[in-house]
């Protein structure tokens, strides 16, 4: 079965508001699908991590450089053509988006794996260790208002994500150290017994992070999600043998040997891989088996549209328990509640995760269709359609 062509579709639309994280606030959300067609008429569906201008580079990637060097060769060797891109391409970058545009290649080369022998990419893997996967819910960004004003709503917004039915909620922190503190707080006594986590995308020093992570050790959260710059191997190092909390991260680490410095350095209690930019689900399935090499265990960072939460579905239950055991440690699946029509209303089967969630006391069901177990809704994607 032949590749015949490998065309991406960069969707774009207006949001309902502005959010913000700790590095830039933002008012249109994108989405980067990428298709793969075969001579035996099979279609594979894959995601590319990326927003914006980002994502119109990397479609740049996938059409002129990755389609050129993978057209004509086997569907089904989607392992030699993850080797054959890579390696034309480690003189052009080891990292970033030419390996953001290879993922989402890769991951329609598995959907295609999939749907060319009728069984789920999960099965294909291996199998399912659960059919259904507990979910968190994230929200309380960051928004032009005075701190008073995010105390307040990040409480209400708390309260809400776990009324909802998610077993755990994420906020993000970024106004400063001591502010964010109350944020925090205000949190912590809004989610009752349920879970929290923080996420700073990468905002603080080491001293500072230091700060807010002893608060969180105080008020029991549950992980502090990338408190340094990615490549500040020693903070996270400090921070995680010198906090109780959690320390998360790696969303923005790449292939099997970016992971192999950040697992080596110790500096992680819980992975965040991210199937979409790391290399694939040819990749992340090394990473994973690093990262269990290292007994770390991983939750999968998940954004973007509903072909990226397909995927990562078919990941979750293909994670084995590490260590295993009566109950076992479990992994979950990340979910923004903002608001989001390129995953919700893309398919042509909506996954209704939310639905889900507060049906199934907050957990949601792994596709069985073959592939990756959805299809996109073609009208859907030309009305969002930008390049
Ligand atoms: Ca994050």
Same mark, same amino acid.
């Given at each position: 079965m032949k590749i015949t062509g490998i065309m991406s579709h960069v969707l774009d639309c207006a949001m309902p508001e502005e959010l913000g994280y700790?590095?830039?606030?933002?008012?249109?959300?994108?989405?980067?699908?990428?298709?793969?067609?075969?001579?035996?008429g099979l279609t594979g569906w894959g995601e590319c991590f990326g927003p914006g201008s980002v994502a119109l580079a990397n479609k740049g990637i996938v059409e002129r450089v990755i389609a050129p060097m993978a057209v004509g060769m086997d569907a089904l060797d989607r392992d030699v053509v993850w080797h054959r891109v890579y390696n034309l391409l480690?003189?052009?970058? #080891?990292?970033?988006?030419?390996? #953001?545009?290879l993922s989402g290649v890769d991951i329609a080369l598995w959907d295609i794996a999939g749907?060319?022998?009728g069984l789920p990419v999960h099965k294909l893997i291996g199998?399912?260790?659960?059919?259904?996967?507990?979910?968190?819910?994230?929200?309380?960004?960051?928004?032009?208002?005075?701190?008073?004003d995010h105390v307040a709503r990040f409480a209400d917004e708390a309260a809400a994500i776990i009324g909802m039915g998610f077993g755990a909620a994420k906020m993000k922190t970024g106004l400063g150290p001591r502010e964010d503190v109350r944020l925090c707080e205000a949190v912590a006594k809004a989610v009752g017994e349920a879970r929290f986590m923080v996420d700073a995308n990468h905002c603080y020093t080491t001293s500072d992070a230091f700060y807010v992570g002893q608060a969180l050790d105080e008020l029991g959260a549950y992980w502090f999600e990338e408190p340094v710059a990615p490549e500040d191997l020693e903070g996270y190092r400090e921070l995680r043998a010198g906090l109780k909390v959690n320390i998360s991260g790696g969303e923005v680490e790449?292939?099997?040997?970016?992971?192999?410095?950040?697992?080596?350095?110790?500096?992680?209690?819980?992975?965040?891989?991210e199937v979409c930019a790391l290399g694939g689900i040819s990749e992340y399935l090394r990473v994973l088996a690093l990262a269990h090499a290292h007994f770390t265990p991983v939750v999968n960072h998940v954004w973007g549209?509903?072909?990226?939460?397909?995927?990562?579905?078919?990941?979750?239950?293909a994670m084995p328990p590490i260590p295993g055991g009566l109950h076992p440690w479990e992994p979950m699946l990340e979910f923004d509640?903002?608001?989001?029509?390129?995953?919700?209303?893309?398919?042509?089967?909506?996954?209704?995760?939310?639905?889900?969630?507060?049906?199934?006391g907050g957990r949601v069901a792994i596709p069985t269709g073959p592939g990756l177990g959805v299809e996109p809704d073609r009208d859907f994607i030309r009305q969002y359609e930008i390049a």
């Open positions: 700790s590095q830039q606030y933002y008012a249109r959300r994108t989405a980067h699908l990428v298709e793969v067609t075969t001579d035996e480690r003189d052009h970058g #080891q990292k970033g988006m030419p390996i #953001q545009a749907k060319a022998v199998g399912a260790h659960r059919m259904d996967v507990a979910a968190y819910g994230y929200g309380m960004m960051l928004k032009r208002e005075s701190v008073e790449f292939t099997r040997w970016g992971w192999r410095r950040l697992l080596e350095n110790r500096g992680l209690d819980i992975a965040q891989p549209s509903a072909v990226s939460v397909a995927t990562n579905l078919q990941l979750l239950a509640t903002t608001e989001n029509r390129f995953r919700d209303l893309l398919l042509l089967e909506p996954l209704d995760i939310q639905g889900q969630v507060a049906r199934n």
